[in-house]
Nanobody, 125 residues
């Protein structure tokens, strides 16, 4: 069973940066696409970014493109989300998920087979 643990969240000012990490403690996700989603207060969970099994292909939501970078270190079974130029509208709980396939995830999250518990990011103006 997959066990994902996110870390790196916190409170920052607009314009600052954070790096989130998602560790797969049971080493079961190396052949799967991974993704980050987020859920702001009062809103539905939304797609942020995904990365293929080998890190060679990535995709981003328009809202974060050119500001966020997803990467993975398969030797450490960890996926990262580097978030730069943060905005107040980036405030949300960020969730890591493992996809069913090696390439791509559904933007709805319907094919995420396991989620982490999330890490809170708060960006103040």
């Amino acid at each position: 069973q997959v066990q994902l643990l996110e870390s790196g969240g916190g409170s920052v000012q607009a314009g600052e940066s954070l790096r989130l990490s998602c560790a797969d403690s049971r080493r079961t996700t190396s052949n799967n696409a991974m993704a980050w989603f987020r859920q702001a207060p009062g809103k539905e969970r939304e797609f942020v970014a995904w990365i293929s099994w080998n890190g060679g292909t990535t995709g981003y939501a328009d809202a974060v493109k050119d500001r966020f970078t997803i990467s993975r270190d398969r030797t450490k079974n960890t996926v990262y989300l580097q978030m730069n130029s943060l905005k107040p509208e980036d405030t949300a709980v960020y969730y890591c998920g493992v996809g069913l396939k090696s390439m791509g995830v559904s933007l709805s999250g319907a094919d995420i087979r396991s989620w982490g518990k999330g890490t809170l990011v708060t960006v103040s103006a």
